[in-house]
């Protein structure tokens, strides 16, 4: 943190601050370097604001002009009491996460910048690893002090600053301020904070941090143990950023949080459930293996798993099959359309919007020299296309030239129903293949819609920042669009609702797969 610190004050303050001179009498003096340097991080807040509007293939990404505005005000008055104490960009950096939350676009530099590791270790911080639920209400899931009993609501904390009693906000309303940390794609930014970043302390988008802003334990929790009449009121401590760390490791909630994302788990999984109905469970488009991507750009666990499961199905002679997805945050394209390949022999009409700047002109020309969903004829036009529109040009390739995959039925393809279960952790790639199914006619996608928008945004090009060129700020300007009769900021449709209860919910279950399973049984 020092380092950095150091590194990051130096890079602005020398080329901003300059020699001091001598005025004329009566004229306005030269600002001083540290006005300089907070004129240019408000400067580059303001263009890091018009890149996501505007640079950005998604822009506000479905945000409204309202929220789009509170979201800019939080920004400038946040970056305001930070600059007036600290003038270094780093306390910017998380309240870009007001703006926009977009899995494929975690500002700065996919997010290791705004939202990790920069915390001081000795921090005593907030002790309970939290869930929100949708109305704002939070429940106690792990409390590292082993006060609080696990799925307890909490109604009110009250803040103290320097030892006195301040402010109290009561739970649902710290809940809901929480929420707004990500707007953009709710559904998927609210269960993704309920499993992953709620637990860690050194995410910016974690209660912990969020409550800790310049306040200091103890605080008082006022919380509800679950059957009982009345509410308990306790005064819990701060615990070490560091020792909380340590705990979270050691007591299996990492590792748990991980699991709950599905991509702690094996890729693909296969089950027989009886009578011609089987369950493939597919955690990640992507077989995890390193080192095939790095050394040779290339994924064949995946297929190799995929193969050894449809083999199976095959010789089971399942007629019905559920292919489970609620867990699968994404992964690889390539992936999703050797799935397909088993199921489907339809042609696949892939088709993408663009937003051409001068940034991202030659990548995306890379991108269609690369695409093998082209013919050489089309390859060469789509190209020359690219190069020659203007800055800022934004099109759909189906408006261009058709792009398309054709499926190659393998041995032990599959004919049977389909059914393709969802959820709110359903995203990207994931989401993708369920939208695929129900457009090719494959199968119904049932459970809770996925967590991503049907406009599934992708590539990202480098935007030179004007103070801080050496961050990696990275605005994706490809968007796939599955079919273009969907609305690009919606959520996909579910063929078979079904619903996520709050008990299930409270104790971290979701029991979907098994309705599901009852479902097609009767």
């Not at 109305?135 to 904390?157: L, M």
């Not at 306040?215 to 819990?236: C, F, I, N, R």
């Not at 890379?366 to 695409?371: E, P, Q, T, Y």
């Not at 900021?489 to 579910?494: A, L």
């Amino acid at each position: 943190m020092l380092k950095w610190s150091i590194l990051s004050l130096c890079a602005v303050l020398f080329p901003l601050s300059g020699f001091g001179r001598e005025t004329a009498a009566g004229t306005e003096s030269e600002p001083s370097p540290r006005d300089s340097v907070r004129q240019a991080y408000m400067d580059e807040l303001d263009f890091i604001i018009d890149c996501i509007e505007n640079r950005y293939v998604s822009g506000r990404r479905g945000i409204g002009d309202e929220e789009w505005q509170q979201g800019v005000e939080s920004v400038h008055s946040g970056a305001a009491i930070y600059l007036r104490d600290y003038p270094a960009v780093w306390w910017l950096w998380r309240d870009y996460s007001m703006l926009l939350d977009d899995g494929h676009f975690a500002f700065p530099d996919n997010g290791s910048f705004s939202r990790y590791e920069l915390f001081a270790e000795s921090q005593p911080i907030f002790p309970l690893w939290i869930q929100i639920w949708v109305d704002g209400s939070i429940y106690n899931v792990y409390d590292y002090s082993g006060v609080i009993p696990e799925c307890s609501e909490i109604i009110a904390i009250t803040k103290f600053y320097n030892g006195q009693r301040a402010q109290t906000f009561s739970g649902k309303g710290l809940g809901i301020g929480c929420m707004r940390l990500t707007p953009g794609e709710p559904a998927y930014a609210f269960a993704n904070g309920n499993s992953c970043h709620q637990p860690n302390p050194r995410d910016w988008a974690s209660f912990t941090n969020f409550l800790s802003d310049f306040s200091m334990p103890p605080w008082e929790v006022v919380y509800k143990v679950p059957g009982a009449e009345q509410p308990d009121t306790v005064m819990l401590d701060g615990i070490r950023r560091d020792e909380l760390f340590k705990l979270y490791k050691k007591t299996g909630n990492k590792r748990r949080a991980k699991e709950e994302l599905g991509f702690a788990r094996k890729p693909i999984i296969y089950a027989d459930m009886g009578d011609g109905v089987g369950v493939l469970t597919i955690n990640s488009f992507w077989g995890k293996r390193w080192s095939h991507m790095l050394l040779f750009g290339k994924d064949w666990r995946y297929k190799r798993l995929l193969r050894q499961a449809m083999r199976r199905i095959d010789r089971d002679g399942i007629d019905r099959l559920v292919i489970d997805v609620s867990l699968n945050t994404g992964g690889m394209a390539e992936n999703v359309f050797y799935t397909l390949d088993y199921l489907t022999d339809k042609p696949v009409d892939i088709t993408y919007t663009y937003l051409i700047t001068d940034e991202c002109r030659e990548t995306a020309k890379n991108n269609v020299d690369r695409s093998p969903y082209l013919s050489e004829a089309d390859r060469e036009y789509m190209m020359h296309y690219i190069d020659s529109v203007p800055d800022g040009t934004r099109f759909r390739t189906d408006t261009v030239r058709r792009m398309r995959y054709l499926p190659q039925r393998p041995k032990h393809a599959y004919d049977g129903e389909v059914y393709v279960l969802t959820s709110h952790q359903t995203y990207s790639a994931a989401q993708m293949f369920a939208r695929y199914c129900q457009v090719l006619g494959i199968g119904k996608v049932a459970g809770q819609h996925c967590g991503g928008y049907n406009a599934v945004t992708g590539n990202a090009a480098r935007v030179e920042l004007p103070v801080s060129r050496w961050m990696q700020f990275q605005v994706p300007f490809r968007e796939e669009v599955i079919s273009p009769d969907d609305e690009p900021y919606t959520y996909p449709t579910v063929d078979i609702p079904i619903e996520h209860p709050f008990e299930e919910w409270l104790h971290r279950e979701n029991r979907s797969l098994e309705r599901l399973l009852r479902m097609i049984e009767e």
